[in-house]
């Protein structure tokens, strides 16, 4: 497992960051998370994602399990703050009181002192910058945080937040957005802004939830225990309903001789891919099953030249979606 460092700082993550993504009504059983954290770990997986949303806190609970008996200076844990997860009007956002509060639960569950990186899951209109900002500012300060970061920011609100960090004389070294070879949109304005700020992209979604992956076939329908299959809802019903038509996974069916020609599979040539892309620095990839993990996790160190790489631009730019305006 190679490692990369992370933004403008000292601070270095795995390339395959592990997500442990668990919806708030998933019925995975608690060892088949554990089975995959584990698998992680001995691929050589040194940095997890999760949030308190995640499972309604069980996914930080069950990595806190997973990670028991580790040397805390041999992991990189990241977590995040913003959706409803208390109760009340306060119980959500980015507000001092929520943000404190939140990380506080945050390190019960997963039992530990600190985390190393924290993240503002969205940006939170009813919330002043300067308020948001200042109370990660004082959280690092004690040493319950190392870094900051934000998910889903446009380029202006992140400019904006690494001005404040600045002034506070915190790190904001890191962005997550969605982010795969078929979902593009990063690329247009957060990438260069980040670039400028030192500031690093390490995407979800890596595998464009499982197209990428070459499971979905056109004129076919999903697999029984696929993600499309089971009902999603909201805006990732809509992604899935973009991803599946028979344009796209033709397209995505057009890489399977680029991966046999680089001994990848169609998993590993998409992190691949997207671990070339610059400005980023680990790629989150989730797995229900530890074969899953093992393979992802191949996936550092690959290298792909140039050509290569245009080649899989070629074949995917006329569905690759660089813009949600349309």
Known sequence: MEHRNLGRSGL???????????YPHDS?????????????LDCGITTFDTADIYGMGRSEQLLGRALAGEPRDG?????????????????????????????????????????????????????????TMTAFADLVRTGKVLYMGVSEWTAEQIRQAAGLAAELKIQLVYHMPQYSALWRTPETEIVPACE?????????????????????????????????????????AEFMRRMLTDE???????????????????????LAWLLHRPNVAGTVVGA??????????????????????????????PVAVHSTAA
């Open 196 to 236: 400028s700020l030192g500031i690093s992209q390490v995407p979800y979604f890596t595998l464009a939830q499982g197209v990428l992956t070459g499971k979905y076939a056109p004129g076919a329908p999903p697999p029984a225990d696929s993600r499309a299959a089971v009902g999603l809802v909201g805006g990732r």
């Open 288 to 317: 229900s099953r530890a074969e899953q993990v093992r393979e992802n996790a191949a996936a550092s160190g690959v290298r792909l030249d140039a050509d290569f790489v245009a080649r899989v631009d070629e074949i995917l730019e």
């Open 12 to 22: 270095r993550i795995s390339e395959i960051v592990f997500g442990n993504l668990l």
């Open 75 to 131: 992991v990189v844990i990241c977590t995040k703050v913003f959706f409803p997860t208390g109760q009340g009007p306060n119980g959500s956002g980015l507000s001092r009181k929520h943000v404190r509060e939140a990380l506080d639960a945050s390190l019960r569950r997963l039992d530990t002192d600190y985390v190393d990186l924290y993240t503002a899951h969205r940006y939170d209109p009813h919330t002043p910058l300067e308020e």
């Open 248 to 270: 796209v996974l033709e397209r995505v069916r057009l890489l399977e001789p680029l991966a046999k020609e680089a001994g990848l599979s169609m998993a590993q040539l998409a």
């Open 28 to 40: 995975t059983p608690d060892e088949s998370v554990l089975s995959c954290l584990r698998a992680a």
